[in-house]
Each structure stands twice: as C-alpha cells, then as structure tokens.
C-alpha cells in the first residue's frame, strides 16, 4: 500500500488516497487501485499535524495487515492418519463449465421456467450438476447425485427432485434450445447463414423395442451396426461448429424423414433469415430440395443446399460426365499435370427430382442448380485400401459361407455372386452354386475411387468455395464423436420417454458448452484435452480453511484466461474460492462488451 498525492492544477489543492500497486494481466503495464479516499490535504491538516507522514504510516501498518493475512504458519501433525470413507478432494475445474452456463443465462431460464411449478427444488442447480457431471464425469443421473460432493456448490436436492425435473426439462426441450440460440447471438454473435445438418442415433442395452407407433426405442439402421433398438437424433449446426438445435425421432425412422422437421424448426423460430443448408447423400431427395427451396410456392424461401451427390448411384449420364476428363483443372483452375493430386470441375445444368404432392402422388420437378465434380489422389488410395479390407472379409465368407450372417458379412456381401440369405434368419443359404468374387463388380466400382460430386443452388460460388463450404461438414461429424465418445451419451439407460428427451437436452447443453469452450480458446485444444485439465484442477483441504492445488499447464492458464478465472494459485481459502466461484455467477451482461467477439 502507498500514499498517493494529486495535485489539482486549477485548483491548486492535493487530494491525498491510499492504493494499492498490480500488474494489468492484458497489457503487463503497472497499475493502482484506490483501496481507501483519504481527503483534500489542507482540510487534513486541520486534523492531523503531519498529514503526509501520519497516512504514510497507515499505509504502511495496511501493507503489514494484508500480508500478515496472506502468511500463516501450519503446524502440522506427521501421525495423523485419515478418517475412514473420506474424500478430501474438490475439483475446481468446474468453473469454466459454470461460468458459461452463467454467461448463457440458463441458471435464471430454468428457475423462471419451474416458478410455476412451485417445485421444492431449484432445477437450474440440478440441470448444472447434470451438464457439469456429464462433462467432468459422465455416467448416470444417480452417480452425478451421488458425486456432487466433489465440488463447491450447494445442492441442496434430492436424487428423487434430479428425477422429477426430468420430466420438467423435457417439456421445455425447445424453448431451452430456443433460449441458448439467443443467448448465444446477444453475447458472440452468430453465422447461420450456413446451417449444417446430420443425422445419427444412439443405442439402449434392452432386448425389445417399444411398442408404440410414435415410441421412440426403435430397430432401425444403427450407425455402429448394433442390433439394439435406437433413438434418431437430427441435430442442426451453425457456420462456426456451434449445435444450433436437435431433435428425436423414433429409430425406425429413415434420416432423410427427418429433415423437413428440423430444418422448419430452425428457419420458423430462430430468425436466421436465408439459409444454406449442407448434408450428406443420405439426407438428399427431391422432397427435401423442394421444400428447402420453397418449391412452386408464390413465395419462394430462396434457401439454398450444398449436398453430397451419390457418383455411384446417379444416373449413367451423370457418371459419365464425372469420369470424362474434361475440362477437370488443378484446385486454383492451373491445368492438370500427370502426378496431380487433385483436379476439379463443375457445370450448371437442370436435374429433374422426385417430388411427393399431397395425394401422395409423384410428380416430377426441374431444379436448376450447379454440379462439381472432383477426384482426389488421397481419396482413391483411402477407397482402394477400405475396399482391399472388405475383400479380404468376402474371401472368408467364400471359404467358410456357414459361419457368417447378412449381419456380419455386411458390406462384403455385395462383392459376392452367388449368395442369398434366408429372410427370416438371415443366415446364408446354402446352394450347389459356389459363392464366388463379383469381379465385375469390383471393377465397376474400382472406377469412381477418389471421385466425389457436390450439387447445390449456389450457382454464383466458385467450385472450390463450394468445396470449402462443404468441408464444414466435418464439425458435426466431430460432435457426434464428442457426444458419443467424450460425453458418453450412450447406451442410454432411461425407459421413460420424458426421462430420455431431459437426457439428451443435458447432452445438448454440454455439448454447447464444450464447443464455446474450444472456440473461446482459439480451437487450441480437443475436447477431450479440455476435460481433462478441467478434471485435473483439483484440490485437498490441507488445514481449516485452506485448500492446496497441484496442477497448471498451458491448458489450465489458456482457459482461465478466456473466462477470467485465476486458475494458477498453488492455496486459495475457502473464502476466495467462493468469492471466484461468485463471479463466475455474475450476470454477463458487464462482459458482453468485452466478449462479443471472443468467438472470432
């Protein structure tokens, strides 16, 4: 501490403070805070015979108080031994996921949205434990409960109330969505010009699906070949891999059924105004394009696509112009040299889709749109290599047909002539004709390696800014393996439908909060690096009220300065982390200035 004098020019008076000295984290200039506003020294030396000298001593008796206070001496016993079924840790890393759960305004979202359920529980502190358990320490809902006590917070809940709000947060699934939605472009601002879509689903360990027609555990096309029944989920992305909103749908229900349902959810009430959306082959049909585009309406939505397109399975006239080289150019329109790696090429032309009317008829459309085509060398050899896989797997099944099923010679089968299977078992069926390779088959399929076609309405773009915008599609792709893998959101253990609709909104916020942490921190570190710190930032109560930490790398100080959480102290009282823990619960309004761009 140290006494400051400012003199007033104009004035002619000294204004006399006591402050303290810091270092400014952002510039490393030296900077003072004011700790105490003394008065003007000509009305002080009414009082004091020596103004300057008697607040010179205050200062520095303040200076001995405060480090006294920083100090302390342990006296510590070398036999004391630990009582039995204790756990002294607390992990503190849950802060950063706490202070953008704050920032999204979601502790306030769900209180309002229980008021008027007089419930007996606060459900924003049981949604917290929920994401912040599913991302430091995933598992069931009664193991968050039951682990609750590993940090500083006080749910004062039942697991009972954690099982009555399911149902709650179920009913207020897209309203929750809606919320983060805003939330997210008041503070970061957001991209949705572009709006990412796929499908994928998750399995249940039960043995029979449900049966209700509009149940959601269903049999369907598992995404990891399992035999359990599954749910659908469609989730919709933002142009900067930020999840935007999902939705479920039973498992037996086609991906490409699914698109109309979230994409008008996205376009009706979350005001982004004209969208492209960019999807897989499997989500591309001629009902999707028409509906997306607004079709023969008076007023058309202009929305565009960027899809996948099958070379395989178009049209021969179509495969034709893809293998034709032709006009193909290097990536910045250069010719083409004998070792090229890469080559591209594209044309406009109308393409004639299959659209559904009302009386469930089929009627054929014209869309006009932009076709790029282009093969890459590193493509080819990754097609060449999965398919040399696969043979050897039809090789086995030639060998020994008896010991395989459809089930486990899928995707083998294909390059087999002269195999069937039984409808009911799906067991090979045995025959005088022997199985052998389809080399004809192998052949034809052999000739479209490395070549991949993208259609779209955005005629104006440039082939490689279609390709680019394409690529994106990796980012949703990477939050289903975050979701699956990182996040374990399955196999799911729920029965009850509401109880399975909470689940996945936890796992929705979760994933919100992972991607807004990878990107506050300039896409540094994965996700699974992120939880790790996170986890890692623990600590032991080594005397009263004082707690001794053991970790700090780059991660940890990359984070804590993002969010503006000192996460480097080696002791911290307990005082001092409820007061961090505090602000990490401040409204974020005071920092949206600060980070509306924090994103970029």
């Given at each position: 501490?140290?006494?400051?004098?400012?003199?007033?020019?104009?004035?002619?008076?000294?204004?006399?403070?006591?402050?303290?000295?810091?270092?400014?984290?952002?510039?490393?200039?030296?900077?003072?805070?004011?700790?105490?506003?003394?008065?003007?020294?000509?009305?002080?030396?009414?009082?004091?015979?020596?103004?300057?000298?008697?607040?010179?001593?205050?200062?520095?008796?303040?200076?001995?108080?405060?480090?006294?206070?920083?100090?302390?001496?342990?006296?510590?016993?070398?036999?004391?031994?630990?009582?039995?079924?204790?756990?002294?840790?607390?992990?503190?890393?849950?802060?950063?996921?706490?202070?953008?759960?704050?920032e999204?305004?979601?502790?306030?979202?769900?209180?309002?949205?229980?008021?008027?359920?007089?419930?007996?529980?606060?459900?924003?502190?049981?949604?917290?434990?929920?994401?912040?358990?599913?991302?430091?320490?995933?598992?069931?809902?009664?193991?968050?409960?039951?682990?609750?006590?590993?940090?500083?917070?006080?749910?004062?809940?039942?697991?009972?109330?954690?099982?009555?709000?399911l149902?709650?947060?179920?009913?207020?699934?897209?309203?929750?969505?809606?919320?983060?939605?805003?939330?997210?472009?008041?503070?970061?601002?957001?991209?949705?010009?572009i709006?990412?879509?796929?499908?994928?689903?998750?399995?249940?360990?039960?043995?029979?699906?449900d049966?209700?027609?509009?149940?959601?555990?269903?049999?369907?096309?598992?995404?990891?070949?399992?035999?359990?029944?599954?749910?659908?989920?469609?989730?919709?992305?933002?142009?900067?891999?930020?999840?935007?909103?999902?939705?479920?749908?039973?498992?037996?229900?086609p991906d490409?059924?699914?698109?109309?349902?979230?994409?008008?959810?996205?376009?009706?009430?979350?005001?982004?105004?004209?969208?492209?959306?960019?999807?897989?082959?499997?989500?591309?049909?001629?009902?999707?394009?028409?509906?997306?585009?607004?079709?023969?309406?008076?007023?058309?939505?202009?929305?565009?696509?960027?899809?996948?397109?099958?070379?395989?399975?178009?049209?021969?006239?179509?495969?034709?112009?893809?293998?034709?080289?032709?006009?193909?150019?290097?990536?910045?329109?250069?010719?083409?040299?004998?070792?090229?790696?890469?080559?591209?090429?594209?044309?406009?032309?109308?393409?004639?889709i299959?659209?559904?009317?009302?009386?469930?008829?089929?009627?054929?459309?014209?869309?006009?749109?932009?076709?790029?085509?282009?093969?890459?060398?590193?493509?080819?050899?990754?097609?060449?290599?999965?398919?040399?896989?696969?043979?050897?797997?039809?090789?086995?099944?030639?060998?020994?047909?008896?010991?395989?099923?459809?089930?486990?010679?899928?995707?083998?089968?294909?390059?087999?002539?002269?195999?069937?299977?039984?409808?009911?078992?799906?067991?090979?069926?045995?025959?005088?004709?022997?199985?052998?390779?389809?080399?004809?088959?192998?052949?034809?399929?052999?000739?479209?390696?490395?070549?991949?076609?993208?259609?779209?309405?955005?005629?104006?773009?440039?082939?490689?800014?279609i390709?680019?915008?394409?690529?994106?599609?990796?980012?949703?792709?990477?939050?289903?393996?975050?979701?699956?893998?990182?996040?374990?959101?399955r196999?799911?253990?729920?029965?009850?439908?509401?109880?399975?609709?909470?689940?996945?909104?936890?796992?929705?916020?979760?994933?919100?909060?992972?991607?807004?942490?990878q990107?506050?921190?300039g896409?540094?570190?994965?996700?699974?690096?992120?939880?790790?710190?996170?986890?890692?930032?623990?600590?032991?109560?080594?005397?009263?009220?004082l707690?001794?930490?053991?970790?700090?790398?780059?991660?940890?100080?990359?984070?804590?300065?993002?969010?503006?959480?000192?996460?480097?102290?080696?002791?911290?009282?307990?005082?001092?982390?409820?007061?961090?823990?505090?602000?990490?619960?401040?409204?974020?309004?005071?920092?949206?200035?600060?980070?509306?761009?924090?994103?970029?």
């Open positions: 501490m140290n006494l400051k004098l400012s003199p007033n020019r104009k004035t002619g008076r000294t204004y006399l403070s006591i402050v303290r000295g810091y270092r400014d984290k952002e510039t490393g200039k030296a900077r003072a805070t004011t700790i105490k506003s003394l008065g003007y020294l000509d009305e002080l030396e009414k009082l004091y015979p020596d103004p300057i000298a008697h607040f010179r001593e205050v200062a520095r008796q303040m200076t001995e108080e405060h480090d006294a206070k920083r100090f302390t001496t342990l006296s510590l016993n070398l036999d004391e031994t630990l009582p039995p079924d204790v756990d002294l840790s607390k992990n503190l890393g849950y802060a950063a996921i706490l202070r953008v759960f704050y999204l305004d979601l502790q306030r979202f769900f209180d309002n949205a229980s008021r008027s359920k007089r419930f007996g529980f606060n459900s924003g502190s049981i949604m917290a434990l929920l994401v912040i358990s599913r991302i430091l320490s995933p598992g069931s809902k009664k193991k968050a409960f039951e682990q609750k006590g590993r940090y500083f917070e006080r749910f004062d809940f039942s697991l009972a109330d954690v099982y009555r709000a149902s709650h947060f179920s009913s207020i699934s897209k309203a929750t969505q809606r919320h983060i939605n805003s939330r997210i472009m008041d503070l970061y601002g957001r991209d949705t010009h709006v990412y879509y796929d499908v994928t689903n998750f399995y249940f360990e039960i043995n029979d699906e049966e209700g027609d509009g149940d959601l555990r269903k049999r369907g096309v598992s995404k990891e070949h399992r035999k359990d029944p599954i749910v659908q989920m469609g989730l919709a992305m933002d142009a900067d891999g930020i999840p935007l909103h999902y939705e479920l749908f039973p498992g037996n229900i490409v059924s699914t698109f109309r349902d979230v994409i008008g959810e996205v376009r009706r009430n979350y005001n982004t105004g004209r969208i492209i959306v960019v999807a897989d082959m499997g989500l591309v049909s001629g009902d999707n394009i028409f509906y997306l585009t607004g079709g023969e309406k008076k007023e058309k939505t202009n929305n565009g696509y960027v899809f996948s397109f099958s070379v395989r399975g178009g049209a021969h006239a179509f495969q034709q112009y893809v293998l034709d080289p032709t006009d193909y150019r290097g990536m910045n329109g250069e010719p083409l040299t004998p070792d090229a790696e890469f080559m591209v090429k594209s044309r406009c032309c109308a393409r004639q299959n659209v559904t009317q009302k009386d469930g008829s089929i009627a054929k459309k014209t869309v006009y749109e932009k076709q790029v085509a282009f093969w890459s060398k590193k493509y080819a050899l990754r097609a060449r290599a999965e398919r040399e896989k696969v043979l050897l797997k039809a090789a086995a099944i030639i060998r020994n047909p008896g010991q395989y099923s459809r089930t486990t010679s899928y995707g083998a089968a294909k390059y087999i002539r002269g195999i069937s299977f039984d409808k009911k078992t799906g067991e090979v069926i045995q025959s005088a004709e022997h199985p052998v390779l389809d080399a004809d088959k192998i052949a034809h399929d052999a000739l479209f390696d490395g070549y991949y076609a993208i259609v779209t309405s955005e005629s104006s773009l440039s082939h490689m800014e390709i680019d915008i394409y690529r994106g599609l990796w980012e949703i792709e990477e939050t289903f393996s975050i979701a699956k893998g990182t996040l374990e959101s196999p799911v253990y729920l029965s009850l439908e509401d109880r399975i609709e909470a689940h996945f909104l936890s796992c929705f916020i979760a994933l919100v909060i992972m991607r807004l942490l990107k506050l921190t896409r540094r570190f994965s996700c699974d690096v992120i939880v790790d710190c996170l986890n890692r930032i623990n600590c032991i109560n080594e005397d009263d009220n707690y001794l930490f053991g970790y700090r790398d780059k991660v940890s100080d990359t984070i804590g300065e993002a969010l503006g959480i000192d996460f480097t102290k080696k002791r911290m009282l307990l005082s001092e982390i409820k007061s961090l823990l505090a602000r990490c619960k401040e409204p974020s309004l005071p920092v949206q200035k600060k980070s509306r761009n924090r994103l970029k």
